[in-house]
T-cell receptor, first 115, second 114 residues
C-alpha cells in the first residue's frame, strides 16, 4: 500500500526549462491536489482536481498547468521554469463522502530548484 | 473563505515543559480542523483532526487539541515536551463545498531545549 507517490524527489532546472512532476495514488481517492511550500508561508494550493476529468485553480496557479490523467494520476507541469518556482511541491489526495475519515494523504514531496 | 492563523512562527520550550501552539480559525460554517507535523526534509504527517465529534481531540505522540467555538481556537498542546517533538507544525482548515481544499496556516517551528 504505497499511498501517494511523487516523482522525482529532487530536480534542478535552468530558467526556461520545462518539466512535469508526477503524482499517483493507489487509494481510489476522488480528489487530488498540488501544493507548494515556501518558508514562512505554509503550504499554498496550486491546482486541484475534485474528481476525474475536472481541474481547478487554487491560490497560486500562475506558471503551472495540470492534468488529471485518470483517477490515480495527477501531474503538474512547469512550461517555462522561473527562479520564483523554486520550492518544495507536495501532492495530496483525499477521500470524500465520509466525514469521520476526513484527512489528506500527502506524498513525500519534490524539492525543485530553478537556477 | 475559511482561514487559519498561527500565532508565533517560532516557539522554544525546555524538555519536559508544556507545549502550547496556537491556532485560530475563521469560518462561517462549522469547520474541519487539522494539525500536521513536518520533520526536517520530510512530508506532512497528520497529528489529529476535529470533525465535530468531540471538542477535545487526542492525537499521536501525546498531543491533543481542544476546539473552542467561543474563542474560534484550536490550540495544540502536549504536557511534556520531548526532544523528538522538534519539528514544524501546521494548523489547517478544510473548506466547505465539494472540492474540500485544505488551507494551511503559516506554520510554527518548535524547538525543544535540553
Amino acid at each position: 500500500n504505497a499511498g501517494v507517490t511523487q516523482t522525482p524527489k529532487f530536480q534542478v532546472l535552468k530558467t526556461g526549462q520545462s518539466m512535469t512532476l508526477q503524482c499517483a495514488q493507489d487509494m481510489n481517492h476522488n480528489s487530488m491536489y498540488w501544493y507548494r511550500q515556501d518558508p514562512g508561508m505554509g503550504l499554498r494550493l496550486i491546482y486541484y482536481s475534485a474528481s476525474e476529468g475536472t481541474t481547478d485553480k487554487g491560490e497560486v496557479p500562475n506558471g503551472y498547468n495540470v492534468s488529471r490523467l485518470n483517477k490515480r494520476e495527477f501531474s503538474l507541469r512547469l512550461e517555462s521554469a522561473a527562479p520564483s518556482q523554486t520550492s518544495v511541491y507536495f501532492c495530496a489526495s483525499l477521500v470524500t463522502g465520509d466525514r469521520l475519515a476526513y484527512g489528506y494523504t500527502f506524498g513525500s514531496g519534490t524539492r525543485l530548484t530553478v537556477v | 473563505a475559511q482561514s487559519v492563523t498561527q500565532l508565533g512562527s517560532h516557539v522554544s520550550v525546555s524538555e519536559g515543559a508544556l507545549v502550547l501552539l496556537r491556532c485560530n480559525y475563521s469560518s462561517s460554517v462549522p469547520p474541519y480542523l487539522f494539525w500536521y507535523v513536518q520533520y526536517p526534509n520530510q512530508g506532512l504527517q497528520l497529528l489529529l483532526k476535529y470533525t465535530s465529534a468531540a471538542t477535545l481531540v487526542k492525537g499521536i505522540n501525546g498531543f491533543e487539541a481542544e476546539f473552542k467555538k467561543s474563542e474560534t481556537s484550536f490550540h495544540l498542546t502536549k504536557p511534556s515536551a520531548h526532544m523528538s517533538d522538534a519539528a514544524e507544525y501546521f494548523c489547517a482548515v478544510i473548506s466547505s463545498g465539494s472540492a474540500r481544499q485544505l488551507t494551511f496556516g503559516s506554520g510554527t517551528q518548535l524547538t525543544v531545549l535540553p
